[in-house]
């Protein structure tokens, strides 16, 4: 599944970050790709430095505070935000995400990846997120604050940057249940638990969804 949520960062978050970026060191992304992966990565990337953990706290933060996403996505862990850059010409080529991130005695199985896009898309051109899901091409570019998040072992990549500047969060998550199958269909019940209470509030056939969806994380959780 592809989840596109709006305003995980609201205004004030998004000018915070933006503002301690234009002062943020970064450094060649390609850095960080793997031996495949560099020959098409071409992009920067905030080096760790006093400003990062500033605006790392915001986005990490943010997602865990977005409802949709941890019903979503069941996050189990998460790894440290990426900030990356492309400024004009910048891209980065069909590519699909290491599988294991981290060392070994801190290392995470890459299920979901989420960028969290931090510019006006009118400020520039290009730029968009490319998803190859089922043979078919999906492109997102979404306003600022909005974050998307879309299974890690998809082929995808970032189409050329012809003008401006995108600059965009990025965590990658492991999740509780790594079926994607499985995630999708608590996901059904958790959206027919809401249009159910809506309805009758909580009624019998609520509590029987609420617990079916329940017992299936028991059933299908790694924790």
């Known amino acids: 599944m592809i989840h596109c949520v709006p305003a995980v960062l609201n205004p004030n978050e998004v000018a915070a970050i933006r503002s301690k970026l234009e002062s943020a060191s970064f450094a060649d992304g390609a850095g960080t790709a793997g031996w495949s992966a560099r020959e098409v990565k071409r992009n920067l990337q905030v080096t760790s430095g006093p400003e990062y ?7 990490r933060e943010a997602f865990m505070r977005s ?3 941890q019903a979503a ?5 998460a790894t440290p935000v990426l900030f990356n850059r492309y400024a004009q010409a910048m891209e980065y080529g069909p590519h699909v995400d290491t599988p294991v991130m981290g060392n070994m005695s801190n290392s995470i199985r890459s299920d979901i990846a989420i960028t969290i896009f931090l510019c006006d898309p009118q400020s520039y051109d290009g730029g968009e997120l ?3 899901m089922n043979g078919i091409s999906n492109q997102f570019k979404l306003e600022a604050g909005g974050a998307i998040a879309y299974p890690a072992n998809t082929l995808h990549h970032v189409t050329p940057v012809t003008r401006g500047v995108r600059d965009a969060a990025i965590i990658w998550v492991q999740s509780q249940v790594r079926d994607p199958a499985r995630r999708e269909v608590l996901w059904d019940l958790e959206n027919a638990k809401h249009e159910i209470f809506k309805r009758e509030g909580k009624s019998s056939s609520f509590d029987l969804i609420s617990k079916s969806r329940a017992n299936l994380i028991r059933m ?4």
Do not use: D
Not at 73 to 77: F, G, H, S, T, V
Not at 220 to 223: F, Q
């Open 67 to 69: 409802g949709e996403l």
């Open 73 to 77: 996505l069941l996050p189990a862990r």
């Open 130 to 132: 490319t998803v190859f």
């Open 220 to 223: 299908w959780a790694e924790v």
């Open 53 to 59: 953990e500033q605006i790392a706290r915001i986005v």
